[in-house]
């Protein structure tokens, strides 16, 4: 599909490596409700996007006439309306979640940063800092394996797409980011194990996840690290 038409009521429209638009699809997938997805190239945005998006940004998800953006807000409609919740029904657990669904996005940028650090000194920079927010987050988690413990919830959904990406990242680079940080350790590898988070992505993502790191970065990793991936 190469416009904004869709066969089902939700249409999704996406960049394949945007983690805000993955937090759309985890929780489209978690409530099972059937839509219709676009990528589209963020560096050549077509027409009708720009007509359609007010910020020229992923995502966007049209429900019949009516366009929705901003990934928290997404999420939060598409579990208003479809039971049941991801959300606790107390209030203040409920608020407290949305203020760290609102935390994850630096955890997005720090990644982003770490993708684009072109040296070593920056590098170490941004790795320290996100270690930092994840010592952070570590203190918020309880007895696991998800934020509010046994159940899944819109939280998680915020998370998944940082730690998708820092799994790819740590096949090229020793990043350490979780050592000393078991519950957060334990956190992640029940989201990467999450069908909804596994199936969240397009079946090339890690290629090009892959492909962006060894135009970005590779040069450095190879120096800092390890493996040998490219
Ligand atoms: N706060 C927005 C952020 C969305 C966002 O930054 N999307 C990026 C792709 S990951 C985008 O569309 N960028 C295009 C641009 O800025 O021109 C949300 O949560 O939905």
Known sequence: MTTQESTEPYHLVSFKLCPFVQRSVIVLKEKE?????????LQNKPDWFLELSPLGKVPILQVGEAVLF??????????????????????????????????????FMGSYHLLNANDETIFETHRQELKQKLATVEQQLGEGPFFADEQ??????????????????????????MVGLPRVQRWANALLQRSSVRQSVATDFAELYRAKIKQNTASLFTQLKTGSMI
């Open 33 to 41: 409700i059937p839509f219709n997805i676009t990528y589209i190239d």
């Open 70 to 107: 901003e990934s928290a807000v997404i999420a939060e409609y598409l579990d208003e309306v479809t039971a049941p919740s991801l959300h606790s029904s107390d209030p203040l657990i409920k608020a407290r979640h949305r203020a760290w669904m609102e935390y994850a996005s630096t955890l």
């Open 152 to 177: 899944f919830q819109l939280v998680d959904a915020f998370y998944a797409p940082f730690f998708m990406r820092l799994q790819e990242m740590d096949k090229w680079v020793t990043l350490d980011l």
